[in-house]
T-cell receptor, first 116, second 113 residues
Framework: GAVVSQHPSWVICKSGTSVKIECRSL??????MFWYRQFPKQSLMLMAT?????????EQGVEKDKFLINHASLTLSTLTVTSAHPEDSSFYIC????????????FGPGTRLTVT | DAKTTQPTSMDCAEGRAANLPCNHS???????VYWYRQIHSQGPQYIIH???NNETNEMASLIITEDRKSSTLILPHATLRDTAVYYC??????????????FGRGTQLTVWP
């Protein structure tokens, strides 16, 4: 199957700083990428959908100014958590789809963010 | 909003078949049934998907009822490594944002020796 990587795998930052998480499709071109957040013992929550070269579509309740998403190429999307606070501590997971959302999504291994 | 209902947890003996049910009584004609699983602290892994016919791949089989209101994921010979949370999701295949996945709580499958 297709491979999606995330970097970093874990990060600890201080409250008020910004953190960037990268999501890369390694062996296919990802027309669409998705970002999820998962709190302990909970399910994945879709945050936003991004298509290469266009603005991301955010789910209701997700602050677009706080979670900046850039999908500048067919193999890379980034999520920046701006002015992070302890409540932003979570497991962030990206997924990628090759054909404008058609077919299965391939998930990255996730990034564990801890804000102190 | 998740449009599926799954049991919270299930157990299975190693080497036996694991049958995971899913109800999706409000599924639309253009929605597929997808199954993913998530091993603790990892990203979800795609298992299988289907529209109305039964499907089989190297990982599992998917049985969809004729009225499409429910389905069963079958792991024919469960191993300890199959212990994970299994998610049944219905989604439209196609378009940019139409392919979004909304995860429910899933079923925690525990395979014991």
């Amino acid at each position: 199957g297709a491979v999606v990587s995330q970097h970093p795998s874990w990060v600890i930052c201080k409250s008020g700083t910004s953190v960037k998480i990268e999501c890369r499709s390694l062996d296919f071109q990802a027309t669409t990428m998705f970002w999820y957040r998962q709190f302990p013992k909970q399910s994945l929550m879709l945050m936003a959908t991004s298509n290469e070269g266009s603005k991301a579509t955010y789910e209701q309740g997700v602050e677009k100014d706080k979670f900046l998403i850039n999908h500048a190429s067919l193999t890379l999307s980034t999520l920046t958590v701006t002015s992070a606070h302890p409540e932003d501590s979570s497991f962030y997971i990206c997924s990628a789809s090759g054909l404008a959302g058609v077919g299965e999504q391939y998930f990255g291994p996730g990034t564990r963010l801890t804000v102190t | 909003d998740a449009k599926t209902t799954q049991p919270t947890s299930m157990d299975c003996a190693e080497g036996r078949a694991a049958n995971l049910p899913c109800n999706h009584s409000t599924i639309s004609g253009n929605e597929y049934v997808y199954w993913y699983r998530q091993i603790h602290s990892q990203g979800p892994q795609y298992i299988i998907h289907g529209l109305k016919n039964n499907e089989t791949n190297e990982m599992a089989s998917l049985i969809i009822t004729e009225d499409r209101k429910s389905s069963t994921l079958i792991l024919p010979h469960a191993t300890l490594r199959d212990t994970a949370v299994y998610y049944c999701i219905v989604r439209v295949a196609g378009g940019s944002t139409l392919g979004r996945l909304y995860f429910g709580r899933g079923t925690q499958l525990t395979v014991w020796p």
